[in-house]
């Protein structure tokens, strides 16, 4: 997760192995979400969203949360 968002953040859309990771990524992600407490469940989907703000919210909650 946190390498997701990491690359998220810092992604470079001429790197095509940094789109490859972030697939693989979300695939994995998507594998723990189904498995989370529902709370956690929003936050892992709310890193796939289209706004900017809930990203980053999502983001920095999980990070907090998780280390």
């Known amino acids: 997760m946190i390498k997701y968002i990491h690359l998220v953040a810092n992604f470079d859309a001429n790197d095509a192995s940094q789109g490859e990771q972030l697939r693989s990524l979300k695939s994995d992600l998507e594998g723990v979400a189904t ?3 529902p709370d956690f469940q929003q936050l892992i989907q ?3 969203s289209a706004n900017i703000n809930d990203f980053k919210a999502a983001g920095a909650e999980l990070l907090t949360r998780c280390s």
């Open 46 to 48: 709310a890193l796939w």
């Open 35 to 37: 498995h989370a407490a």
